[in-house]
DNA sequence: ACCCGTCTAGTACGTTGGTACTAGACGAGG
DNA sequence: CCTCGTCTAGTACCAACGTACTAGACGGGT
């Protein structure tokens, strides 16, 4: 095993750029370091270094200067996809490959729609990252044929924009539903009525397909809904 | 960055056993091959190939014969925790090494009493990882620091043998509950009755210190009571 | 100015769930 | 043999939850 891979990846060889700078941004220092030493090993990339949080990504972005940040999704200190545009203003010349676990549907989306040039699940092969890396590296913005297929359906039908994301109030009811709380403990911390609270959970059940609290709960735990884990 | 570390890790060079083979199971490629590559440089270390299921980890193990597994906890196809003892019923001089992104304590004892020679966070360093690999082949049964602090009063608290623990029908019946199933649900899946379900639910959250199934949900998505996520 | 989405609050009714018991069957272990 | 833990089933009662509506306030956008 183990195919030593200075195979001819792809024949087209970057002639602009002699190197893409790369910073890898996850908490799984394993994971993170394994990665880093894999990139070296390209020709073409090279690793600026390794981040466990977004609060050391943020510094690494401005110090080191990335071309490419390989970002996971779940980091200790926040949403590595909602911080997308944020890591980008720091430098607007950066490219963000979002490497994730779960891949999610709305995952996927979010990570698009924040300007992200490629997605790629950790389960694929590391030739797909290394690729993802190279593309987004050139500007091309690629996402696998696999999770394109997913993610089509989501923007075509029809030209509806997709009612399916929570409102800002019904993530945060979620949140509180996902301490386990009642109805009536979660509208005495929101300072709201309990009828208000069952309108947000019908609601917000409603959009994830649920038909109770338990069941919006494991769906959330199961997509990856959930902020802190 | 990357410290490129051919540095004098531990001096005590193995003579008896020239290289230890590894064998990676976890279902993120990416993480796998990355791994396996970083093994692959290290001299005394060498990967006889990544498995990303239990499957395919049974037959390399045969087919492979390594010397030590590094398993991942969770993998599509069951616990790898819980497979401990059948792996090394397959080829009883394996070491295992469980790698996990959770450490949850409780896995951690379930890995311990299943014959784990090692555990290691994939939050921790590469260094602790092949630290851990090296430990484990040479035949001693490490934990880290920081993971036995945790461990030890769990096992000490006077002789109690800690009834805290679920039963068999208790997992099977949280396990449902994670579902978002509702009590009739669960008894249908069962063969049993809502009155039984409504006991076990009523047990198991008492163990669990919830007063609800959701609330039982929560503390078990918290401390990473779920296999399968 | 108007519409739309969101947050809020309410009424009403039926279903589900939680609590507190009792109790029989069964298997393991002292 | 008897005990203990577990799984099973039941009764009974009240609280919590889900559903189906209506409706006012408020803000952003056309």
Do not use: C, W, Y
């Amino acid at each position: 095993m183990s195919t030593h891979s200075s195979s001819a990846d792809e024949a087209h060889a970057e002639i602009e750029a002699p190197v893409t700078r790369v910073l890898v941004v996850d908490d799984h220092e394993v994971l993170a370091s394994s990665l880093a030493r894999v990139l070296d090993e390209e020709p073409d990339l090279a690793s600026v270094g390794v981040a466990g949080t977004l609060e050391r990504a943020r510094a690494m972005i401005v110090t080191t200067a990335p071309d490419v940040v390989l970002l996971d999704h779940r980091l200790p200190d926040g949403d590595g996809v909602a911080a997308i545009s944020e890591l980008r203003a720091l430098r607007p010349s950066i490219k963000v490959v979002v490497l994730t676990a779960s891949a999610a549907d709305h995952v996927l989306v979010a990570a698009i729609e924040a300007g992200a040039s490629g997605f790629v699940s950790k389960t694929r092969s590391l030739g797909e990252l290394t690729s993802a890396v190279r593309a987004a590296a050139s500007g091309e913005a690629v996402i696998s044929p696999e999770l394109l297929a997913r993610l089509l359906p989501r923007l075509s039908p029809s030209g509806r924009p997709r009612h399916q994301e929570l409102t800002e109030r019904e993530r945060e009811v979620l949140g509180l539903v996902a301490e386990g709380l009642s109805n009536a403990a979660i509208a005495e911390r929101l300072v709201v009525s309990v009828h208000t609270v069952r309108n947000h959970v019908a609601n917000l059940s409603a959009k994830l397909g649920a038909h109770s609290k338990l069941e919006a709960l494991s769906i959330a735990v199961r997509e990856g809904l959930l902020p802190g884990r």
